[in-house]
């Protein structure tokens, strides 16, 4: 079994910066592409960014790509992080972790393995 593993959420006041981290634990790992969701309250889940096994190809959500930036290690166990920059009160969400047996796609239902997910506050 895989576990995701995410941490780094908390309360930043508009125009802050948060790193999120996600771990994964559990069975041998791999080639699987990571990312982030994220789902506001009332909100459906929405596609953030996604990550390539090796990290060479990223894809981000229109409203993220000048101000978060996706990236992982492999090293020992996989680690995949979203810096966010210049956050807005709109980010406001629960952020997820995911990860998929394939190449990036921002379609939730081809991931297979979600974290619990971490709350990111962004106040005004």
């Known amino acids: 079994q895989v576990q995701l593993v995410e941490s780094g959420g908390g309360l930043v006041q508009a125009g802050g910066s948060l790193r999120l981290s996600c771990a994964q634990s559990?069975?041998?790992?791999?080639?699987?592409?990571m990312g982030w969701f994220r789902q506001a309250p009332g909100e459906d889940r929405e596609f953030v960014a996604a990550i390539s096994w090796k990290g060479g190809r990223t894809n981000y959500a229109d409203s993220v790509s000048d101000r978060f930036t996706i990236s992982r290690d492999n090293a020992k166990t996989t680690t995949v992080y979203l810096q966010m920059n210049s956050l807005k009160p709109e980010d406001t969400a629960a952020y997820y972790c995911?990860?998929?047996?394939?190449?990036?796609?921002?379609?939730?239902?081809?991931?297979?393995?979600w974290g619990q997910g971490t709350q990111v506050t962004v106040s005004s």
């Open positions: 559990g069975r041998t790992f791999g080639p699987y592409t």
């Open positions: 995911v990860a998929a047996p394939g190449p990036i796609t921002i379609v939730n239902r081809e991931y297979d393995y």
